[in-house]
């Protein structure tokens, strides 16, 4: 099993949310398991290069 973190919240009686590694990627849903379930799917494809150019955020380690 793979752990991503997300950042999910509810917007009147949408829940929206993004991927922590892809935050410009944005998704929706209808209930927290809905916006899970897009986020899934989102995760799918930015992790395959479905998504040309996608950026995300890494760690840099510097001395």
Do not use: F
């Amino acid at each position: 099993m793979q752990v991503v973190k997300v950042v999910v919240w509810q917007d009147g009686e949408v829940w929206l949310g993004y991927l922590q590694e892809y935050p410009d990627y944005w998704t929706q849903g209808e209930s927290l398991d809905d916006l899970k379930e897009h986020l899934k799917d989102l995760y799918a494809d930015l992790s395959a290069g479905a998504i040309p150019g996608a950026r995300r955020v890494e760690d840099l380690i510097v001395s």
